[in-house]
């Protein structure tokens, strides 16, 4: 084969992969999409884990001896922060599972 064959069957070649690597408008709609839910996500996991320390410090305030031992109240508001964190992370878990289906039926 002569440099001139193979200059343009390189070419032809990296054209394909060029054309392959491009995103259909329906992808790139669906990727946004996802991209939104995982952005919403974000969101959801730093909001609960905000409200979930907001309510530790206030049982750490409310427990004002220093004897090991937690009060009453301040486990309560411990359980309290304990389920904020469980549903903001269900909650979060179930928008990223949506955004990959999104991106699945993108494709």
Do not use: F, Y
Not at 33 to 52: G, I, K, N
Not at 57 to 75: I, K, P, Y
Not at 81 to 98: F, H, I, K, P, W
Request: proline fraction near 1%; aromatic fraction near 0%; glycine fraction near 6%.
């Amino acid at each position: 084969m002569n440099h001139r064959h193979i200059s343009t069957l390189m070419v032809a070649a990296l054209l394909g992969m060029g054309l392959a690597a491009c995103d259909s408008p329906q992808e790139r709609n669906a990727e946004r999409q996802a991209d939104a839910l995982e952005d919403r996500a974000d969101a959801v996991r730093s909001q609960s884990e905000a409200s979930a320390d907001a309510l530790e410090q206030q049982g750490d305030r409310l427990d004002t001896r220093v004897d090991g031992r937690d009060s009453a109240a301040e486990q309560v508001l411990d359980g309290q922060a304990d389920a904020v964190r469980r549903s903001g992370e269900q909650a979060a878990d179930a928008l990223e599972n949506r955004a990959d289906a999104v991106r699945d039926a993108g494709k």
